[in-house]
């Protein structure tokens, strides 16, 4: 179980609570081959724990005092939200290269995702759940289709990337009938990124025929931005609030399923 340390990072997030209440640390691990730098942020007992896959080229860049060199990503810059709603957060840094575009989707990059459930939950004793954005929705889809039984409790996929562009991966790219845990699809229906259109979120669900139960939620708003960048509808800059209520409740909704 994790003995936390103070909190730098956590302390210097725009409404953060203090340090007593929501902890973190840096690891330096070894996974799956890799060696793997990792910020886990989390409440006293939190009642899941969130292994957060970000798009971009994956590059966080995690400091040894926990601050982040890219923070503005939609799934690192809710860290706060999430802790602060009794969820542990782990954020892993990209791992052996600068840039994952064109690796997410690769069997490599599927055992270092479900290393990072691994270690997650052996932290953190909780329930683990692979959450991924944009490029790194490929990332949580991967790690989710290989990974055991009961080692991954469900799946979160936001603004996923359906379309193959520069990194020349998509979710199609995985074996989505081999994922075996429920799946949240979220689609923002502004986001105008070529590679994850909306309208793909239904055909996204369509191959999830191993999942127990798949909800597509769509949202809507978000202020202007780079198209397919984290400040934009495609980061959901403006509604970050919504989208982690909605799926705090999804994941409350599967705890509580799961303990009946």
Known sequence: MLAFAAASAARADPGAVPPAAIESRVADLSLAGHAQRVLLVAPRAPRAVLVMLPGGAGDVGILPDGRLAHGANFLVRTRARFARAGFAVLIPDAA???????????????????????????ETGAPVFLAGTSQGAIAAANGAA???????????LTEAVSIRGGSRESVFDVDLAAVRVPVLIVANGDDACPVSPPDQAPRIAAALTGAPSVTVTEVSGGRAGKACGSLSPHGYLGIEGEVVDIVAAWIDARLAAAAR
Not at 146 to 156: D, F, I, M
Request: aromatic share 6%; no cysteine.
């Open 96 to 122: 052996g290269t600068r840039d994952l575009r064109g690796r997410r989707g690769t069997p490599a990059y599927g055992d270092l995702v479900r290393a990072l459930a691994a270690y997650a939950g052996k």
């Open 146 to 156: 290989g990974a055991p039984p009961g080692t991954v409790a469900g799946l979160v």
